[in-house]
């Protein structure tokens, strides 16, 4: 891998990480957060194979690739069911709004 592509896809971990990033503290809204988590890992899961590829041993980077997508797929799932839960029990799926659960 030549130092161009690496520069490159370090360049692409860093905007989709920072994207992420940005949506997890800027928005309100519960799946738009799940949304920005999504992104988020995307980015990390490109670092990931990127830094196998550059260190040579690219099925680590790969195998580490696949085992964090299978735990991002099952929080997704659970964020996004409890997404429609609150959704059922409050109205909203606005983060401020949780704090109407409190007893």
């Not at 990127?50 to 690219?58: H, K």
Request: hydrophobic residues 60%; glycine residues 12%.
């Amino acid at each position: 891998m030549t130092d161009t592509a690496l520069q490159i896809i370090v360049i692409g971990v860093l905007g989709l990480v920072g994207v992420g990033l940005y949506g997890l503290l800027a928005v309100r809204n519960l799946i738009k957060v799940i949304v920005a988590l999504q992104i988020a890992v995307k980015g990390v899961l490109l670092g990931l194979v990127a830094a196998g590829m550059a260190s040579g041993q690219p099925n680590l980077g790969e195998s580490l690739a696949v085992t964090v997508i299978v735990a991002d797929t099952i929080v997704a799932v659970v964020g996004l069911a409890l997404a429609v839960q609150v959704r059922r029990h409050v109205g909203t799926l606005d983060i401020k709004a949780l704090s109407s659960l409190q007893r």
